[in-house]
């Protein structure tokens, strides 16, 4: 099994930058595909950004796009989401996600979920 726990969040001004850390238990760190995902108010939770446990291979939804960078370190057993210019619709709680992968390939469903981080952008 895997433990996420999810920091960095906070409240920024529109244009500002938060960077969140996804802190990962477990050995076998280095074989997990990680996600980011978002739930606003009301909303539905979404797909943010994934990377693949080599860190080679990454994607983004089309919200962020440009913006935000996914990125990890295996040997911390952390998955970074660097967020730029944010936005106030980007105000949401974040949740890290991860699943393990035989291949080194994006992963969109995942087993092990964190709590999550609350971000706010404000205008």
């Known amino acids: 099994q895997v433990q996420l726990v999810e920091s960095g969040g906070g409240l920024v001004q529109a244009g500002g930058s938060l960077r969140l850390s996804c802190a990962a238990s477990?050995?076998?760190?280095?074989?997990?595909?990680m996600g980011w995902f978002r739930q606003a108010p009301g909303k539905e939770r979404e797909f943010v950004a994934a990377?693949?446990?080599?860190?080679?291979?990454?994607y983004y939804a089309d919200s962020v796009k440009g913006r935000f960078t996914i990125s990890r370190d295996n040997a911390k057993n952390t998955v970074y989401l660097q967020m730029n210019s944010l936005k106030p619709e980007d105000t949401a709680v974040y949740y890290c996600?991860?699943?393990?992968?035989?291949?080194?390939?994006?992963?969109?469903?995942?087993?092990?979920w964190g709590q999550g981080t609350q971000v706010t952008v404000s205008s």
């Open positions: 990377i693949s446990w080599s860190g080679g291979n990454t």
């Open positions: 477990g050995r076998t760190f280095s074989r997990y595909a």
């Open positions: 996600a991860a699943r393990y992968s035989v291949y080194d390939i994006i992963i969109y469903e995942y087993d092990y």
